[in-house]
């Protein structure tokens, strides 16, 4: 079992920046890859940006250049820098991990990021 925990969400003005956090504990050692996915009322869950343990990331298009994934191994802690944010990236976050032990899924609560002057 991973179990993971997500913090950092809140309001920010267009333009503006903000970090997520993801603690998991748990299984970590079968973690092969975490991501950020996220999801605005009405619409459909999606892949915001990923990391495998090796370091190799993916990002959605709507987010290049403007979001860092980064994980720090050490303390099992994924984290998504975000800046010039835009209306369009209020959603609700929730962090990923993949393990390879039945080739699960886990997820976190969710952090609500809203972006709005």
């Known amino acids: 079992q991973v179990h993971l925990v997500e913090s950092g969400g809140g309001l920010v003005q267009p333009g503006g920046s903000l970090r997520l956090s993801c603690a998991a504990s748990g299984s970590t050692f079968s973690i092969t890859e975490m991501g950020w996915y996220r999801q605005a009322p009405g619409k459909q869950r999606d892949m915001v940006a990923s990391i495998t343990k090796s370091g190799s990331t993916n990002y959605a298009d709507s987010v290049k250049g403007r979001f860092i994934i980064s994980r720090d191994n050490a303390k099992n802690t994924v984290y998504l820098q975000m800046s010039s944010l835009k209306p369009e990236d209020t959603a609700v976050y929730y962090c990923?991990?993949?393990?390879?032990?039945?080739?699960?899924?886990?997820w976190g609560q969710g952090t609500q990021v809203t972006v709005s002057s």
């Open positions: 990923n991990a993949g393990s390879w032990i039945g080739n699960r899924n886990y």
